[in-house]
Nanobody
Framework: VQLQASGGGLVQARGSLRLSCVAS????????MGWYRQSPGKQRDLVAQ???????NYADSVKGRFTISRDNAKNTVYLQMNSLKPEDTAVYYC??????????????WGQGTLVTVSS
C-alpha cells in the first residue's frame, strides 16, 4: 500500500484547507484510515480516523472544526479543516491500518504534507 497525501499549504487563522490522501492497492475499503500530525519537537499525534464502517474518531483539539471522510471508489481519505488556528501548524501524515488474515494490523504511512497557519 502506498499513500500519497496532498493539500497542505499556508493559510491564515480562521481559514480552511482540505487534505487528501490517495491509496494504492485493493485494501482501502477495509482499512482504518487516519490523519496524524507532528510539530517540531513533538510526537506524532492522532488527529482523526475513520473506520471501514465510516465510524469516526477525533482528537479533542479538533472536534467541531475538522471532518474526516472517505471515498472508497476513489481510494481516497479527506480531512476538511475549518477554523484553523496557529496551533494546528504541523506536518500532517496519512496512515492506513490494514488487518491481515493473521489478525495482525499492518500500518502504512504516507509522506507528510505541511500545514502552516499564520496568526
Amino acid at each position: 500500500v502506498q499513500l500519497q497525501a496532498s493539500g497542505g499549504g499556508l493559510v491564515q487563522a480562521r481559514g480552511s484547507l482540505r487534505l487528501s490522501c490517495v491509496a494504492s492497492g485493493t485494501v482501502f475499503s477495509r482499512s482504518v484510515m487516519g490523519w496524524y500530525r507532528q510539530s517540531p519537537g513533538k510526537q506524532r499525534d492522532l488527529v482523526a480516523q475513520i473506520a471501514s464502517d465510516d465510524k469516526t474518531n477525533y482528537a479533542d483539539s479538533v472536534k467541531g472544526r475538522f471532518t474526516i471522510s472517505r471515498d472508497n471508489a476513489k481510494n481516497t481519505v479527506y480531512l476538511q479543516m475549518n477554523s484553523l488556528k496557529p496551533e494546528d501548524t504541523a506536518v500532517y501524515y496519512c496512515r492506513a491500518a490494514v488487518r491481515m488474515l493473521s489478525g495482525y494490523v499492518q500500518p502504512y504511512w504516507g509522506q507528510g504534507t505541511l500545514v502552516t497557519v499564520s496568526s
